[in-house]
């Protein structure tokens, strides 16, 4: 969108940098879009229409099921109470005027599989078309509406993040056809004294089409303006939105994401002896399955059209640098190689002894 007005755009990013400079990243975010919250000149995506099947997926053994087509116990109202949103022949149905609906269990980072249903019988139009939502931590709404032909502002279709980043392309089946979310979202995080450190991200496929690519939220979605963040807990409520209209959801589950990986404990190896140039050029050669080379003072070892540095622990034993392995030298009394063991952890290993004292 961008590309629209260079100069503009250039004005915007120097102004977001001066910005970011005194602190007040991530604040302003007109500048940062060029596009006021529901600006009816905002170009449409285009239409990219997914298959006809329903792209329903069962949930896997870690998910939360947060509905099934039974009952609501994963559900409250916005206070905690019984909710009356209600559940009819195996699915969930938005009933006006009874408040949005809340998950019991609070979420941040997550995965979420959502079917919904705009009713074939809708008489509305625009953002009463069928209008719902899914709200994650209570505060960023991927938008739910009958869109494929019903004329609404772009930062309100269907896929949108509500007011602020249309669809990429216009995913949506028609009314009375059920339509799949399958949504990664990133929760917001927060510095110590409380200022945004990095903001809540969304990647969402509708109907099994992307239509949401790593995309910020900008802060809280909220109508007709942009909202600035402001610290908040690490976990709330998956929240779906009661707008007055019927809209019916089924198969929703939830996985919450691990964001930390396992470390290891020892990371990439550092050289614990150093070798001679004498010692090092002993070790050069061809051995058959492998060759060892060496660059100026390092050793490298080549096996399947791989060359892996060699990071000494001994005269004679070597560790791979990135690959889980390491190389050993059977060295007689004059250090001079015998045989060459090549272990690699995922390969199994290769004995050789050398061929010839060059690796070509
Ligand atoms: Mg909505």
């Given at each position: 969108m961008f590309n629209r007005c260079r100069t503009r755009s250039t004005i915007f990013s120097i102004a977001s940098f001066a910005l970011a400079s005194f602190g007040?990243?991530?604040?302003?975010a007109q500048l940062e879009t060029g596009w006021k919250a529901h600006d009816l000149s905002r170009p449409l995506p285009k239409v990219a229409t997914p298959a006809d099947e329903d792209l329903t997926v069962s949930p896997p053994?870690?998910?939360?099921?947060?509905?099934?087509?039974?009952?609501?116990?994963q559900w409250s109202d916005s206070q905690g109470g019984k909710s009356k949103w209600q559940v009819k022949d195996g699915v969930l149905i938005a009933t006006p005027k009874s408040g949005n609906l809340f998950t019991k269990k609070k979420f941040s980072d997550c995965q979420l599989h959502l079917e919904w249903e705009i009713p074939a019988d809708i008489k509305r139009?625009?953002?009463?078309?069928?209008n719902s939502g899914v709200y994650f931590m209570e505060s960023f709404e991927i938008q739910i509406l009958d869109t494929l032909t019903n004329k609404t502002y772009a930062d309100g279709m269907?896929?949108?993040?509500?007011?602020?980043y249309p669809p990429l392309v216009n995913a949506a089946r028609p009314a009375g056809k059920w339509q799949s979310y399958d949504i990664v979202f990133h929760g917001p995080r927060f510095n110590?004294?409380?200022?945004?450190?990095s903001r809540a991200t969304a990647t969402v496929f509708l109907n099994g089409i992307l239509?949401?690519?790593?995309?910020?939220?900008?802060g809280p979605t909220t109508w007709i303006k942009h909202q600035d963040y402001s610290k908040s807990p690490n976990k709330r409520r998956l929240s779906l939105q009661d707008h007055g209209n019927p809209t019916r959801f089924r198969n929703i589950w939830i996985r919450e994401l691990v964001s930390e990986r396992p470390q290891p404990e020892k990371p990439y190896p550092s050289p614990e002896v150093e070798l001679s140039d004498d010692k090092m050029k002993r070790l050069v050669g061809d051995y058959g399955d492998f060759k060892v080379s060496n660059s100026g003072d390092r050793l490298f070892c080549r096996f399947f059209q791989t060359e892996m540095e060699l990071v000494p622990l001994s005269e004679s034993e070597f560790l791979m640098k990135k690959c889980a392995g390491k190389l050993v030298f059977d060295l007689d009394a004059n250090g001079e190689v015998k045989e060459a063991k090549l272990h690699l952890d995922a390969a199994g290993k290769r004995v050789g002894t050398k061929k010839s004292a060059t690796a070509k």
């Open positions: 007040w990243s991530l604040a302003n053994s870690d998910a939360v099921i947060l509905f099934d087509g039974s009952d609501l116990k139009e625009g953002q009463a078309r069928g269907a896929g949108a993040i509500y007011g602020q110590e004294d409380g200022s945004l450190k239509i949401q690519d790593n995309s910020e939220f900008l």
